[in-house]
Nanobody
Framework: QVRLVESGGGLVQAGGSLRLSCAAS????????MGWFRQAPGKEREFVAA????????YYADSVRGRFTISRDNAKNTVYLQMNSLKPEDTAVYYC????????????????WGQGTQVTVSS
């Protein structure tokens, strides 16, 4: 069993930055690919970014590529999402998740989820 806890969300003005963290307990994250998803009110949960076991491979949604950076520190059992140049449309609850598969874009393939952290970007 893996327990994931996100932190770092908050209110920021458009153009600002936030860094989300996802701390894991229960099992090491080093054998899981990790992803970030988000869900805005009235919308479906959508893929944001993912990272391979070693961190050598990263994947991004087109809407965030070039602005967001996913990284991981397996020694600390933590995954990060650095979000720069934030836009109002980035407002959502952000979730981190762990998958034992290589299907990193599809939320249905993730085994463990955090409770989410709210990110609000004001215009």
């Amino acid at each position: 069993q893996v327990r994931l806890v996100e932190s770092g969300g908050g209110l920021v003005q458009a153009g600002g930055s936030l860094r989300l963290s996802c701390a894991a307990s229960g099992r090491t994250l080093s054998t899981y690919r990790m992803g970030w998803f988000r869900q805005a009110p009235g919308k479906e949960r959508e893929f944001v970014a993912a990272i391979s076991w070693s961190g050598a491979n990263t994947y991004y949604a087109d809407s965030v590529r070039g602005r967001f950076t996913i990284s991981r520190d397996n020694a600390k059992n933590t995954v990060y999402l650095q979000m720069n140049s934030l836009k109002p449309e980035d407002t959502a609850v952000y979730y981190c998740a762990a998958t034992g598969t290589d299907k990193v874009v599809d939320a249905n393939w993730y085994d463990y989820w955090g409770q989410g952290t709210q990110v609000t970007v004001s215009s």
